[in-house]
């Protein structure tokens, strides 16, 4: 489990100035977006309120192919080419036809981070006026500005729906020792209603946790139930809420990255192979604006309308999550034996994977390399 390291006290000195793209937020979408800005020669300023790979949030996973197209294999725990879900009446095993990997959090970070060019400050991001992004230590101002602090959605100029009325999953997850070999799903109304139970082994330390597609459903109980019926101790916990629909990628001149755009895919709620993609996204057309080949406003428009194409798909899978839990048990368990079939569920995980396709993540960028000192002197 991540070290609280953010700094307190006479530490937190002020902070101000004015930068060419200021990035809220250092986890998945934040780091990914100042990835893809290395080659700029800008100035980009990365905030969070805590230190890069300090707070970890989810059950870190991702299909292998993205963190090594990435360069983050260093930070790969374990990894998996099948499913294995229980449901009250059966337990098979899915072929997925591709690698799904546990990773390091603290890990990850540190490597995204050591791709990009940009600076990085501890600061609670508490809002902004314009240009102008208001923290707890001062005002920084940029032009450009992307908000990837999560589903919270601080830089938008509306009021934030708060759960249980937001358009939000719940999540639960604890983080004992030990070790495992599958990656496994439960789909139990003994343990979540509407929803499901995970086991993620990461190494020396397995990943246990409860999801509900229903904010108004708690999670504790069960995943404390679920832990303690694999045998182990609920030690470790952390939780979140998981947005599951999209919302505007862009408003106010603000770019959308991650949760905070519900870039986070319904149904199975993995949101980081996700928060890479469209990071990835919106860092391309931020690159273009600070290179001159296109305008703050085009970059808007074209990025607002890359995140809404992919519209219908996050709506499909928002109809299985609505419904899923609704089947019967006769039903319920034929769907689950269906994809035991390693044809039918390696093309049922193959298009899953090319809502977000690993080939879209590229090698970062060179660095900009400054100007020779008789090229200034010319």
Not at 42 to 71: F, H, K, M
Not at 210 to 219: A, I, K, L, Q, T
Not at 263 to 287: D, K, N, Q, V
């Given at each position: 489990?991540?070290?609280?390291?953010?700094?307190?006290?006479?530490?937190?000195?002020?902070?101000?100035?004015?930068?060419?793209?200021?990035?809220?937020?250092?986890?998945?979408?934040?780091?990914?977006?100042?990835?893809?800005?290395?080659?700029?020669?800008?100035?980009?300023?990365?905030?969070?309120?805590?230190?890069?790979g300090?707070?970890?949030?989810?059950?870190?996973?991702?299909?292998?192919?993205?963190?090594?197209?990435?360069?983050?294999?260093?930070?790969?725990?374990?990894?998996?080419?099948s499913?294995?879900?229980?449901?009250?009446?059966?337990?098979?095993?899915?072929?997925?036809?591709?690698?799904?990997?546990?990773f390091?959090?603290?890990?990850?970070c540190?490597l995204l981070?050591?791709?990009?060019?940009?600076?990085?400050?501890t600061?609670?991001?508490?809002?902004?006026t314009?240009t102008?992004?208001?923290?707890?230590?001062?005002?920084?101002?940029a032009?450009?500005?992307?908000?990837?602090?999560?589903?919270?959605?601080?830089?938008?100029?509306?009021?934030?729906?708060q759960?249980?009325?937001?358009?939000?999953?719940?999540?639960?997850?604890?983080?004992p020792?030990?070790?495992?070999?599958?990656?496994?799903?439960?789909?139990?109304?003994?343990?979540?209603?509407?929803?499901?139970?995970?086991?993620f082994?990461?190494?020396?330390?397995?990943?246990?946790?409860?999801?509900?597609?229903?904010?108004r459903?708690?999670?504790?109980?069960?995943?404390v139930?679920?832990?303690?019926?694999l045998?182990?101790?609920?030690?470790?916990?952390q939780?979140?809420?998981?947005?599951?629909?999209?919302?505007?990628?862009?408003?106010?001149?603000?770019?959308?990255?991650?949760?905070?755009?519900?870039?986070?895919?319904?149904?199975?709620a993995?949101?980081?192979?996700?928060a890479?993609?469209?990071?990835?996204?919106?860092?391309?057309?931020?690159?273009?604006?600070?290179g001159?080949?296109?305008?703050?406003?085009?970059?808007?428009?074209r990025?607002?309308a890359?995140?809404?194409?992919?519209?219908?798909k996050?709506?499909?899978?928002?109809?299985?999550?609505?419904?899923?839990?609704?089947?019967?048990?006769?039903?319920?368990?034929?769907?689950?034996?269906?994809?035991?079939?390693?044809?039918?569920?390696?093309?049922?995980?193959?298009?899953?994977l090319?809502?977000?396709p690993?080939?879209?993540?590229?090698?970062?960028?060179?660095?900009?390399?400054a100007?020779?000192?008789?090229?200034?002197?010319?």
């Amino acid at each position: 489990m991540p070290v609280r390291a953010t700094k307190r006290g006479a530490e937190r000195t002020p902070l101000s100035g004015d930068f060419d793209v200021v990035i809220c937020g250092a986890s998945f979408a934040g780091l990914t977006v100042a990835r893809e800005l290395r080659a700029t020669g800008a100035r980009v300023l990365v905030l969070d309120r805590y230190e890069i790979g300090e707070r970890q949030t989810s059950a870190c996973a991702a299909p292998t192919a993205w963190l090594r197209n990435l360069g983050l294999e260093d930070s790969i725990l374990q990894t998996f080419d099948s499913l294995v879900v229980h449901t009250p009446g059966t337990s098979v095993r899915w072929p997925i036809g591709w690698e799904f990997s546990t990773f390091d959090y603290r890990r990850l970070c540190e490597l995204l981070w050591a791709q990009s060019a940009a600076e990085f400050e501890t600061a609670k991001v508490n809002g902004r006026t314009g240009t102008t992004i208001h923290t707890d230590r001062g005002d920084v101002s940029a032009p450009l500005l992307v908000d990837a602090l999560g589903w919270r959605r601080v830089l938008g100029a509306e009021d934030n729906v708060q759960p249980p009325e937001a358009l939000l999953s719940r999540g639960l997850e604890v983080h004992p020792s030990g070790s495992a070999d599958d990656l496994e799903v439960w789909v139990h109304k003994g343990y979540v209603r509407a929803g499901y139970g995970w086991s993620f082994p990461a190494g020396d330390e397995v990943r246990i946790g409860v999801g509900s597609f229903d904010p108004r459903d708690h999670v504790k109980e069960p995943t404390v139930r679920l832990t303690e019926d694999l045998g182990t101790e609920p030690l470790g916990y952390q939780g979140n809420w998981i947005p599951h629909a999209l919302r505007p990628a862009t408003e106010d001149g603000v770019f959308f990255v991650g949760d905070s755009a519900g870039h986070c895919l319904p149904l199975s709620a993995e949101g980081i192979r996700t928060a890479f993609y469209f990071g990835i996204a919106a860092g391309r057309e931020l690159a273009a604006v600070l290179g001159g080949s296109q305008s703050h406003e085009e970059a808007l428009r074209r990025y607002s309308a890359f995140s809404a194409a992919h519209g219908w798909k996050f709506a499909w899978m928002k109809r299985w999550q609505d419904n899923v839990w609704r089947l019967r048990p006769r039903p319920r368990d034929a769907l689950v034996h269906s994809l035991t079939s390693r044809r039918l569920s390696e093309w049922a995980f193959g298009h899953y994977l090319r809502v977000a396709p690993p080939e879209f993540a590229l090698p970062a960028p060179p660095l900009a390399v400054a100007p020779a000192s008789s090229d200034l002197a010319a």
